[in-house]
């Protein structure tokens, strides 16, 4: 267990000073995170309104952060380009995110035009119905991904190194409240990057 733990925390740094320089992405995975813990609520409760919280809110201000906020070019923090963070990323780099967003963007077309999608959904007669039909659909969809990943990594890694990866992923919205919490206050004083060393070109 010491071991695990000790590779969770290196999983947990790695992302954080690779990934998280700009405040503005700090305090949309805070957003997000919140979020996050309230879908956890509600999945115990009603599952697709869950997801649809999880994924509007949640991943979209998470993934926004990253797409549109962090600065992409020569990572002058850590001596590392961009290439080379995307190539070492345990998890969804940039590459294989836009995989999965393009997956998530397209079920509610699916949905809209086969109705029940092959008997894997509900069926719905009505935008309420359809809405939830979605849920359903990215629900599966966000537990498919990280079932995924986390084989993927046993084969391409190890068994742990793939358990921690997913250790990380469901705990992250906790360890972002505790993390980025007061990320906004650095904003509103101005503070747009974690280091003044990490204005790296975009």
């Known amino acids: 267990m010491k071991d695990f ?3 969770l925390r290196i999983q947990r740094w790695d992302d954080h000073r690779y990934y ?7 305090s949309l995975h805070f957003l997000s995170a919140m979020a996050f813990v309230v879908a956890y609520v509600l999945l115990f409760i ?9 994924w509007l809110v949640s991943m ?3 993934q926004a952060g990253h797409f549109f906020f962090e600065p992409l070019g020569y990572d002058e923090v850590n001596q590392a380009t961009q290439a080379f963070k995307e190539d070492i990323k345990v998890g969804y780099n940039l590459r294989r995110k836009v995989v999965l967003l393009s997956v998530w963007a397209l079920l509610p077309l699916m949905i809209f035009l086969n109705p029940g999608l092959f ?4 069926m719905h007669e009505d935008f309420y119905g359809f809405l939830r039909a979605v849920g359903y659909a990215w629900l599966y969809l966000g537990a498919g991904a990280l079932l995924f990943r986390t084989l993927h990594l046993f084969i391409l890694q190890d068994a742990q190194t793939g358990l921690v990866w997913m250790t990380k992923i469901l705990t992250d919205p906790f360890h972002d409240i505790y993390l980025y919490h007061k990320a906004p206050l650095h904003l509103l004083r101005g503070q747009r990057f974690a280091h003044q060393d990490a204005q790296v070109s975009r």
Do not use: Y
């Open 20 to 26: 998280h320089h700009c405040r503005i992405n700090q």
């Open 119 to 122: 008997g894997l959904l509900p």
């Open 60 to 62: 979209t201000s998470r």
């Open 5 to 7: 733990f000790e590779a």
């Open 46 to 54: 009603d599952p697709p309104l869950a997801a649809l919280l999880a």
